[in-house]
């Protein structure tokens, strides 16, 4: 259930991990649209036994040729990989042969290309030079990256930021929300004559989720909650409410405070892919940055190096 006064959801708490870019990927591709396949209205196949899988196609194998050029499974893996998401509503049965009838539009129409001295062209020229090096800038990411990322990396990497991150409390709270300050007064005064906080919260309360659990907020750590009322639930004692309103944008709060303890960090298995983009991220940089030092890169624009200078800097 919603709660406006919480700054955010409370979740299961990560690492303060970074938000990431995933660096190597595919390179996009422009191409006419994969051919659909014709739908048909037949009635379900019968379930059949299940059978070993087949044996992986040789990718030196020919499938077809095309003017004379031959189409190998290679080149049909190829083209599934990239035009992924062209096959992507295609069922698993057809999408091999929408691979080949890719393949052979692609080939046939960049002939046509080629004759008519496109290839010549100076924009395609410097658009085909600029998608061979970043094809070429993933293919390196991969197999020197991507591709060497060990678990033992992976381990220590969360072992470091666990040993780096200050142990933070978290406490249990209850509490009822209500519109004005003479409320939660009379709400105080009633907790001190002996009255139970979950049933005042029930009656009182204008959070609705409290009206079904007593005002339970569960547990939650620093910054979760709105200042004024973090401030207030971490400055009592287990087993005490406020001795007075605890005023926030919502309305007027009497918070108590039920159990405090030290926030676990996520266990390995829970977080081991954020874990492993950060590994790789680290040393992604960590290669681009040996490369560039390396390398001599002149920016001829004051304003546009002094934006490239600020973005190194962060």
């Known amino acids: 259930m919603y709660r406006p006064f919480r700054r955010r959801p409370l979740a299961t708490v990560a690492l303060p991990l970074f938000a990431l870019v995933f660096i190597a990927g595919a390179v996009a591709q422009e191409t006419a649209p994969a051919p659909t396949a014709p739908q048909t209205d037949t009635a379900p196949a019968a379930p059949q036994a299940e059978t070993a899988p087949a044996a992986a ?9 095309i003017a004379g050029e031959p189409v190998t499974e290679a080149d049909l893996a190829l083209a599934e990989g990239e035009l992924g998401q062209q096959f992507a509503q295609l069922p698993p049965e057809q999408r091999r042969a929408a691979a080949l009838s890719a393949v052979i539009e692609i080939r046939l129409l960049a002939a046509q290309a080629v ?7 100076t924009d395609f020229q410097r658009r085909s030079a600029f998608l061979q090096e970043r094809a070429l800038h993933s293919e390196l990411v991969d197999k020197e990256i991507a591709d060497k990322v060990t678990d033992e990396e992976i381990r220590a990497r969360y072992d470091k930021q666990i040993s780096e991150t200050p142990p933070v409390n978290e406490v249990k709270a209850r509490h009822i929300l209500v519109k004005t300050e003479a409320e939660a007064l009379d709400i105080i005064k009633q907790l001190d004559g002996g009255a139970k906080f979950e049933d005042l919260a029930s009656q009182h309360t204008t959070d609705p989720s409290g009206k079904t659990t007593g005002g339970d907020l569960g547990y939650f750590g620093p910054g979760q909650m709105v200042p004024e009322f973090e401030t207030a639930a971490f400055a009592l004692d287990i087993g005490t409410y406020t001795k007075a309103p605890v005023q926030s944008q919502f309305g007027f709060h009497v918070i108590k405070v039920e159990d405090k303890r030290a926030q676990q960090p996520p266990a390995f298995e829970q977080v081991r892919d954020q874990v492993r983009s950060v590994v790789f991220r680290e040393k992604y940089f960590a290669l681009v940055k040996q490369i560039r030092d390396s ?3 002149e920016i001829a624009d004051p304003e546009l190096k002094k934006a490239i200078d600020q973005m190194d800097a962060q």
């Open 295 to 297: 390398a001599t890169v």
């Open 115 to 121: 004759e008519k001295g496109l290839d010549k062209d």
């Open 57 to 65: 196609p040789d990718p030196a194998a020919v499938v077809a040729t």
